[in-house]
């Protein structure tokens, strides 16, 4: 018996250590390369196929796209926000202001930090879009924003592989797929009223909304994402983005849409912008508009599969430094600019 106990003792040392390895001598490269063009491809081909019926706001094409963000979650063994297998957050009909909308639902995924489990990192993205016309056309949405909500997917699944091989973040992630975005960005002010994790312990949320596509200012550029809102509440997470970028991807970060005097104000016009207001600093990751955009033609054989994968990889490098750094993120301003 005493020498069962010998050989045993290495054996469980090995996996304790396996377990609890230092983040610092992980390689996120490793894990963001496991984002790649061809899983991205077949999520997409899935989530705007027309089985999905343009996944407006509380439809049954909506609530399939919610299954099947559950099923992956469940599948990359990355638990429910809310416990006991509930990843659904619902939103009550009560909460549109606008039209008769059914009861629909945010779909939120966990992942508890290892030293620092009382902080969170948002990663967020809609997974609703504007359903199906009076003649029959279904509005598959694969840019906007079936393209972020897969991102999103295989953003999980790289902390996911990470925490298998005992590189468990600091801070806890949470994925979350807002609904109701097409109608006001209702499901993501329904999260930031009703926050199932303490916002005053949300140290950023990086929102992806639209990054299959090239908009006609980057036709035959070199890869470029534009970023919206890193400085308007930290200088801190805008360098940290900046140098994130520079050491992994060198992706082109265009600033265009994040002068306040744009006329498109997209600052205020994705989920993010409720977490903004709440003084929790955000990155709004966002290819432009095209001429597919909110028409039937926005279908998943004109994404730019490598290139998106570029643009998820880049999120979670970014995630990755912010939920490993020492010293959560620096609010520099009191509180975010008003909408006009």
């Not at 919610?66 to 939103?91: F, H, T």
């Amino acid at each position: 018996m005493k020498k069962m106990i010998v050989f045993a003792l290495p054996a469980i040392l090995i996996a304790c250590s396996a377990g609890n390895k230092k983040i610092e001598n992980a390689d996120p490269m490793e894990y963001a390369k496991t984002i790649t063009a061809q899983e991205l491809k077949d999520h997409l081909y899935i989530f705007a196929s027309d089985e999905f019926e343009g996944r407006e706001t509380g439809e049954p094409g909506q609530k399939k796209a919610a299954e099947y963000l559950k099923k992956e979650y469940q599948d990359l063994k990355i638990p429910a926000a809310k416990g006991n297998d509930n990843y659904y957050q619902d939103v009550p009909t009560s909460y549109f202001k606008k039209g008769k909308v059914k009861p629909t639902e945010n779909v939120v995924a966990f992942m508890k930090g290892s030293e620092k489990p009382e902080e969170y990192v948002v990663i967020s993205s809609h997974y609703d879009h504007v359903g199906v016309d009076d003649q029959g056309n279904v509005y598959n949405g694969a840019d906007d924003d079936g393209s972020g909500t897969v991102g999103v997917l295989e953003i999980a699944e790289a902390f996911a592989k990470a925490k298998r091989d005992g590189y468990t973040p600091k801070r806890s992630i949470i994925f979350l797929n807002v609904t109701g975005e097409e109608k006001g960005l209702v499901g993501s002010k329904y999260y930031t009223d009703n926050p199932i994790f303490p916002l005053e312990n949300t140290v950023a949320d990086l929102n992806i909304d639209m990054i299959g596509r090239i908009d006609p200012d980057h036709e035959g550029k070199d890869p470029y994402i534009y970023l919206i809102g890193s400085d308007k509440l930290s200088k801190e997470l805008h360098n940290l983005s900046e140098e994130v970028n520079k050491k992994y991807m060198n992706i082109d970060l265009d600033y265009k849409y994040n002068d306040e005097n744009d006329p498109n104000r997209f600052y205020y016009r994705s989920d993010h912008y409720n977490f903004a207001k709440n003084n929790i600093p955000i990155i709004f990751y966002f290819n432009g508009t095209h001429a597919d955009y909110h028409k039937m033609t926005d279908t998943p054989d004109k994404i730019e599969y490598d290139l998106m994968a570029k643009r998820a990889q880049l999120v979670f490098l970014t995630a990755w430094e912010i939920a490993n750094r020492e010293a959560r993120l620096v609010v520099d301003k009191a509180e975010a600019p008003e909408a006009k």
